[in-house]
Every structure is written in C-alpha cells, then in structure tokens.
C-alpha cells in the first residue's frame, strides 16, 4: 500500500506510523496509509517555518502571486480526478466533491490577487509636520486545524490567506481525511514555494493538534471544527496571548412561511439538510414552518425524500453518499432514537442501508412533532437529520430561528418582501439566505457565524486579512 509522508522543510519525511485510508462508501477500498506523525516531527515542522519567514515575509508580491495561481490553476485543471479522490475518502458524491476542488482552485487564484492588493492607508496626523501610515504585516507560523468534512476547500481558505500575506504555515488537516490534505500539499510543494514556508503534519489532533497550538514558535491558530475543541483552543491560545480563530458548528434553522413557494421551499430544505450527507456546518437541521403550510410542506417532503438515491459516492446518479465515519453514522442514528423517546415522531428514514458494498449509508432522516427545547433542535447533530417545528406566524418562526447558542446560516423561505427584508436585519446568524438553502456559499466574500459558531474574526473574502494579518502605525516626521 502507498506510503503518504509529512511535507516538512521541502522534504516528504517517513513518519513512525501510518494509518489507512478508508473509503466510507466501500471499506474494502484503501486510498493509501497516510503518516501519522510524532511531536519530534511537528517541532520540526515548526523549526523550518520558522527559518523560512524572514525570506518569505519579505519575499516580494508577485513572487507570492505567481505561486499562488499556479496552485490554483493545477487544482482547476485536476478537479475531476481530485473531485474523485475527494468523494472516496470523505463520502460526498462526486458532483459535490468537484465543485468543492474547483472552489479550492479559485479561492487560490482570489488570493493570488490579493497579494497584489494589500494596501495600508495614509492620514494626517494631529501634530503639523507629521505624516501616519497604517500597514499591515504577516504574523509568523500559522498552525492550520481542519476538519474533515470540507477536505480540500477549508485546508485552501486557510492556506491561501495565510500564504498570501506573507506568513508561513503548518498544517494539521483532519485525521480522517488526509488524502486531500496531501495532494494540496504535493502541488504546493511543486509550485516552487520555499522550503519550509508550507509544511503538512498528519496525525492525531489530541497529539499533533494540541503540540501545534501550545507551540511557542506558532504566533497564530486558525481552527474549524467542533465547539469543544475549539474551546481547548481558545482557552490555550488566551494563556499564551497567540491570536485564534475558530469556526465551529451550527443548529441552523430554516423557516418556511406561509406565502412561500412550495416547491422552492421543499427542494432548498432537502438541499441544505441533507445533501452532502448532511455534513456541512451550513446544514439546515431546524425546519421551522408556519401553519398553514405545514400540511402541504410535510407531504411534499416526504414525496420528495423517497427520490432521494442513496448510495456509493462515486456512482453516478447517487444523490447522497454514505455518512464519513462509523463514529459519526451511530451519532446520527442515536439522536433519531433521542428525538423519538423525546416525543417527536420519526416520518422518514433514520435507518442504515445495505449497499453492493460494505459502507457507512443512512436513509436521511425527518423527525416531525418536533419542540425548540428537544436535544435534537439544540445540538449538532452533523448528519442527515432534520426535524420540523410548527410555529404559528412569522414572529414565532423568527424566534424560535434565534433561540440556539449557535448562529452560522439561517434561511427563510418567503415571497414577502417585507418579511424577506426583516428576516436579513434580526436574524442572530453570520450569513443570510432568502430562498436559497443554509449551505451553498460564494468563496469571495465572509464567512462566518456569531455566538458559539465562531469566535475571532471573519475567514475568506478580503475579510481573511483581519486575521492573517497585523496592523502597524508608522509616524513620519516630514
Ligand atoms: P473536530 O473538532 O473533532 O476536529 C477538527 C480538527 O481538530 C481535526 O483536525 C482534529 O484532529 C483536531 N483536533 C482534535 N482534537 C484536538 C485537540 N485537542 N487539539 C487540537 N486539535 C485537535 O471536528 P470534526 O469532527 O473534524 O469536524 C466536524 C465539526 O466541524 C462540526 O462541528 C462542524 O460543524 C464543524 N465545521 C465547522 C465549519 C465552519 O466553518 N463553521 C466548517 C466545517 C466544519
């Protein structure tokens, strides 16, 4: 079986041990053994960022340019064998796992841009004879941590930012999926991208994870992934005052009004709650539909989820892939159980499925009869579970959508103009969806939610340079 090493100083290096790959829609089929490095191997890693930032911070923009759209270009050319890789690791179908390559690919050539574009600012100063200019610089070594459900596209919004503006960067992708990680990482290191300036770290993140953020060489960590490790990270990273980002979950609601259009609002809420398996922190999981719909959504949706084709992730015509990992597959069919011996009633799916090959495939589930205060409203779930809470007008719908510690995506479906336009203004989440699904985002503008959804400043967009970058006040006396 191919051996995948660590990138670390421009070298692929063996690690002490490895760990197979798994495909989700088939557990006969091994992508590869991917290393699973030690701490030895992350201070190393470190130690050769390190080295590499002076040069690199210094480097000039078109350098960096011309090495980020080269990345960008060899993602886009390759989406569809990359699109593939995607899909037998992760679970998503392949149609998805390509249009997640190819968002990977421009957001690489977004930044190859904005390398270009860092400007600072010049003001008078209070004191005549004085000149102020605001800049802003790279902060160091970045440690990266991401997850595994967007393996390719949430390692390239980090990555791309962080390079862009000069820092150099140490990557701990999930260990569930590092196939995508290593081919992100193989382009870059062919792109011509000093040594040292990119380094890929594979393992464990109770090991490799925590030795990364509690590093003294890393000056910053951006992490994505679930709100109790993000809180570990947070609660480090105050200790050692370095600068954190987290994005983690969501409970995102999706409400559906009475002057709704039926069948827009059927097919955004089977979209966003359980395409991609469900596994997408944007994912709808709270329907919050008003009464006089209800009737007819409900069985508009279960008419259009027995259409809904569950099988291999590769396979053409698939609508679903499996669920990624056996972990998460006994999550999900728990919190079925947990919602029905809370009184709600299960209407549709919930059930494993049997497929040609040995996989992780669950019917999507739909819980109907649902309260606010039910676990299955109040935490994440991250699978194709949703359920749906009858509320009597626009205001209830409103508050109930608000009523999660979360606040990522929030959705309404509505041809009123005004509720449309309240909607946008009270809505307690980061981003806004008026008749479109919770998921679905463009890659050049901010990404991010509120309350316990994210914590430090907004990802992607020209926005990403809040983060990635600090500011500095220079006073000139003339
Ligand atoms: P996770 O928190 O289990 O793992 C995320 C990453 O953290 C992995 O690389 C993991 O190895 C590492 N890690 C684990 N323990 C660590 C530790 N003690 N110290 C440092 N790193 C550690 O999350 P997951 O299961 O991979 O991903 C699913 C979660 O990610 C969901 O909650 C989902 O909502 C969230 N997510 C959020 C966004 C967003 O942008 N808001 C996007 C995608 C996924």
Redesign the pocket.
Known sequence: MTQHHNLIAGEWLAAPNYAPNINPSNLQDSLGDYAQADVAQLDMAVAAAQKAFPAWSTSGVQARADALDKIGTEILARREELGTLLSREEGKTRAEGIGEVARAGNIFKFFAGECLRLGGEVLPSVRPGIGVEITREPLGVIGL??????PMA?PAWKVAPALAYGNCVVL?????VPGCAWALADIIHRSGIPAGVFNLVM????V???A??NHPGIAAVS????????Q??AA?CAINMKKVQL????KNPQVVLDDADLGVAVELCVQSAFYSTG????ASSRLIVTDKIYPAFIDAMQKRMASIKVGDACAAGTDIGPVASLA?LEQDMSYVDIGQSEGATLLAGGDRLQRDTEGFYMAPALLVDSTPQMRINRE?I?GPVASVIRVKDYDEALAVANDTPFG?SAGIATTSLKYATHFKRHSQAGMVMVNLPTAGVDYHVP???RKG??YGSR?QGTYAKEFFTVVKTAYTLA
Do not use: H, Y
């Open positions: 941590i991401t997850p595994w459900n967007f949430i701990k992708p999930a260990d569930l393992g464990r993140g109770s490799i994870g925590d990364l953020v992490f994505t992934g679930s709100v109790g490790v993000g570990r990270i480090a994005e983690m979950g969501g596994q997408r922190c944007t998460q994440e991250f990522l990404f991010g939610g959804s994210s990802e």
